[in-house]
């Protein structure tokens, strides 16, 4: 008490204290950046939807799930029932996970339309939790490019999906909302790993030419790299802005929202590369 008595009446602490603190501005403008990365992140998302629904949807149609053995040997093994089931709930799924998302994560959904935000959400996460299984089901049975670190890293996002998913249903359950919500922005990071991957390895074939990746086995230092930071990087800067927008001081949230600011343009850039050079040209 004594010690706030004593900077209380000293204005160099309280000069500190103003000079140290965020202004409103600086706080609405973090805000903002968050909102337009999602913005920018939602629009890549349905893009790389359309591209599903018409590229493998098409060859569904064309050629049932044999067709999808045209974009990989091991996508339909004939005979091996589980495994093409689960090739089918995977991408299937996949659009259901990918679209819900989004709607989930609108705070206009949340607050106009309640009982759609918690039916949506229960088919969300039972979404993301099933194409998990049918990924991890995929990749140890019938193997992927890129070998044993390519199929850890993958079967990693899935124990975190499923993980995650687990703890939003808890704390939606226990009422515990404010927790609820940081829990399903983290399960939004690590379900739309599967696009980081692409936009990002788009990215760096324009950038770089595909430096660090060896393309007749997909090996090297660049997919060894991206199959972990595909949903540790976007983990990391989610809990940093998380804790900025809360804690932060006025120089923490000039970084925060500089790097906010880097994410959307290297998203767009990503989304951009990866439509132009990979989606578009598969559904023309």
């Not at 194409?131 to 991890?136: C, E, K, M, R, V």
Request: net charge positive; charged share 10%.
């Amino acid at each position: 008490m004594l010690l706030d008595a004593v900077q209380n009446r000293n204005p160099a602490h309280r000069d500190v204290a103003v000079v140290g603190a965020p202004t409103l501005w600086q706080k609405k403008l973090l805000s903002f950046t968050g909102r337009a990365w999602f913005a920018v992140a939602f629009l890549g998302q349905w893009i790389f939807v359309a591209y599903v629904v018409l590229h493998y949807g098409g060859m569904l149609l064309e050629n049932g799930l044999a067709g999808w053995s045209v974009e990989s040997k091991n996508a339909y093994v004939a005979g091996d029932w589980l495994g093409n089931l689960s090739m089918l709930a995977h991408i299937v799924l996949a659009v259901v996970v990918l679209v819900g998302g989004s709607l989930q994560l609108m705070p206009v959904v949340r607050s106009r339309w309640p009982k759609f935000h918690r039916i949506n959400g229960r088919v969300y996460i039972l979404g993301a939790v099933i194409t998990s299984i049918a990924g991890l089901i995929l990749v140890w049975g019938r193997g992927t490019v890129g070998g044993d670190v390519m199929r850890w890293g993958i079967s990693l996002n899935a124990l975190l999906i499923i993980a995650f998913a687990g703890l939003a249903i808890y704390c939606a359950m226990q009422r515990r909302f404010a927790e609820h919500q940081r829990w399903a922005l983290r399960l939004f990071m690590v379900v739309s790993a599967v696009w980081f991957f692409r936009i990002t390895f788009m990215l760096w074939m324009i950038l770089t030419g595909g430096a660090g990746i060896n393309f007749d086995d997909f090996t090297g230092p660049f997919p060894y790299t991206l199959v972990f930071a595909q949903y540790f990087v976007p983990l990391l800067i989610l809990e940093l802005f998380q804790w900025v927008k809360v804690k932060g001081s006025a120089v923490a949230m000039h970084a925060m929202t500089g790097l906010v600011m880097l994410c959307i343009v290297l998203t767009t850039a990503g989304v951009g590369a990866a439509t132009v050079a990979m989606w578009l040209p598969k559904v023309m």
